[in-house]
């Protein structure tokens, strides 16, 4: 059974500090491997599409990466707006159903 | 703002109760998801609709059931309601049914079983 890890739980930085957020995975065939930020009481906001090894996508100050293993969310030099939780998701290859398998997210608390 | 539309946003009801969630996808969009998220469960994936077709299932209990219309609108019924089916109920569409597709959020509907 598909299975996505994330650490840390929770991360609170200093605004400008930079860091990174891991989700590891494990799937029989990686269809892709997706990124989401969600607030509070919101639904989850698509941030990044990642297909195969050694993968990079960038978008402000987001940088995603992907290995066989794991992925990785680079946050440089963070401000206060982007404190929310972090999700990973994936999709196994194979058939038609395309259901996302997400990790239990990471709190990510930047402080000004 | 996702284009993906969720009504309502907020169901205060009772056990025993049936209620309908409603979602309309994205335009274009052919492929609407289910999700339920609770605090100790996290985001979990109920059941997929192609095209008016059940595509996949989840964990998706027997009193849950979904239907997608023709015009692409989709339909969330959750009957004999326990007060564990309190949660975050999220609808997510995408363009295909075929390969790696990113999806939208809905904004969730927040159903709370007193």
């Known amino acids: 059974e598909d299975q996505v890890t994330q650490s840390p739980e929770a991360l609170r930085l200093q605004e400008g500090e930079s860091s990174s957020l891991n989700c590891s995975y494990t799937?029989?065939?990686?269809?892709?491997l997706f990124w989401y930020r969600q607030d509070p009481g919101k639904g989850p906001e698509f941030l990044f599409t990642l297909y195969s090894a050694g993968e990079e996508k960038e978008k402000e100050r987001l940088k995603a990466t992907l290995t066989k293993k794991e992925s990785f969310l680079h946050i440089t030099a963070p401000k206060p707006e982007d404190s929310a939780t972090y999700l990973c998701a994936v999709q196994e290859q194979g058939g038609g159903a395309q259901k996302l398998v997400f990790g239990q997210g990471t709190r990510l608390t930047i402080n000004p | 703002d996702s284009g993906v539309t969720q009504t309502p946003k907020h169901l205060i009801t009772a056990t025993g109760q049936r209620v309908t969630l409603r979602c309309s996808p994205r335009?274009?969009?052919?492929?609407v998801y289910w999700y339920q998220q609770s605090l100790d469960q996290g985001l979990q994936f109920l059941i997929q609709?192609?095209?008016?077709?059940?595509?996949a299932k989840g964990n998706i209990l027997e009193r849950f059931s979904a239907q997608q219309f023709p015009d692409l609108h989709s339909e969330l019924n959750l009957s004999s309601l326990e007060l564990g089916d309190s949660a975050l109920y999220f609808c997510?569409?995408?363009?295909?049914?075929?390969?790696?597709?990113?999806?939208?959020f809905g904004p969730g509907t927040r159903l709370t079983v007193t």
């Open positions: 335009s274009g969009d052919l492929s």
């Open positions: 799937v029989s065939g990686l269809r892709g």
């Open positions: 609709y192609y095209n008016g077709e059940e595509r």
């Open positions: 997510a569409s995408s363009l295909s049914s075929g390969g790696a597709r990113e999806q939208y």
